[in-house]
């Protein structure tokens, strides 16, 4: 997990900086998590996170703002200020009091102001943070948005990964990321894919080179981030190895410890990979909405089986009571 300036968090949620003398840059957030400063202005200082983002909303600002003893509020916020945690940030617009200009100036600690509500402010900035700080890792491979299903293309180097990526591009579908995907897990059951800054939006194809997808296609077929769905191993098709043909049982792909529904696809000449991976994603859409074709296959397969058993057994009982019937005449 690698941190996130101040500076980064001051530019992406638009916040004001009050204090611009201190370096931003070099304070690094290290938590997604926060905290809504209320109790330690009380004095109450125990288990006190200072390595979180401090939030002080309308009724923290009301509490400090009516208080009598301006020496002891003086000495509450110097104390708070003195733990250095990353940031302090004001909701609402709110102008931070004297005396957090004095112990910011002292301790080296940024004054924030935001217009928007605390309680909207405080999601924002977690989901912001969650995102950012998320364990992440690098993997060789496409990442491809397909009818809204983000479909990560793996394989080896050269087996055609950027070639479906482009027909799948030129049928509509949107480039998140060619040759790098940079994956973070966001939360328990979800992995977030992008592509890095310096490859953003390129795709190489050998003998041809580099292309610019947004340039040559335009904005609607490229993406910033997507959501990882579905997995797609290619590889080079074999005699001797047994492939799926029917999918009844899922198999997983696991991703900083998230399981990901996988599919192998053998590759040989005169197969269609963008009419494929279209096809693989448009079903795993449906397994999603309830609606699984091969178990539906299966589920026909064996109430046809069934109903011929219980048609057989019905004729074997039929033929022995006509039998039972001729033995009683005689």
């Not at 310096?198 to 904005?219: A, Q």
């Not at 994603?281 to 089986?305: D, P, W």
């Amino acid at each position: 997990m690698s941190g996130v300036s101040v500076t980064d968090l001051i530019e992406r949620l638009s916040l004001t900086n009050h204090t611009p003398d201190i370096d931003t840059d070099k304070i690094m957030i290290e938590t997604a998590d926060i905290n809504r400063t209320a109790l330690q202005l009380t004095g109450f200082f125990e288990h006190f996170e200072k390595g979180r983002v401090q939030v002080i909303g309308f009724v923290e600002y009301t509490y400090m703002q009516r208080q009598s003893d301006e020496k002891k509020l003086h000495d509450i916020v110097d104390k708070l200020m003195s733990y250095k945690f990353p940031c302090i940030i004001f909701c609402r617009d709110l102008e931070p009091l004297s005396e957090f200009y004095d112990a910011a100036e002292k301790y080296g600690v940024p004054l924030l102001t935001t217009k928007r509500a605390t309680s909207e402010f405080s999601a924002e900035i977690i989901r912001w943070l969650n995102v950012e700080l998320a364990p992440m890792i690098s993997i060789h491979g496409v990442l491809v948005d397909v009818y809204g299903e983000g479909v990560l293309i793996t394989g080896e180097s050269g087996i055609g990964k950027s070639e479906a990526a482009l027909e799948l591009i030129k049928r509509g579908h949107r480039l998140v990321s060619d040759d790098v995907v940079e994956i973070r897990r966001v939360s328990e059951v979800t992995l977030i894919g992008t592509s890095p800054d310096i490859t953003r939006h390129f795709i190489e194809l050998r003998g041809i080179g580099i292309i610019d997808v947004k340039t040559l296609f335009g904005v609607e077929h490229v993406k910033e981030t997507q959501s990882i769905d579905l997995v797609i191993k290619l590889e080079d098709w074999s005699r001797e190895a047994e492939y799926d043909r029917l999918g009844l049982e899922e198999e997983y792909e696991e991703i900083l410890g998230n399981k990901v529904v996988c599919h192998s696809i053998p590759i040989r000449p005169g197969r269609n990979l963008a009419v494929i991976v279209e096809s693989a994603a448009v079903n795993h859409r449906q397994k999603k909405m309830g609606y699984n074709a091969a178990q539906e296959l299966y589920n026909r397969v064996t109430g046809n089986l069934r109903a011929k058993e219980q048609e057989m057994a019905k004729n074997e009982i039929e033929e022995e009571t006509r039998a039972e019937y001729l033995e009683d005449i005689k």
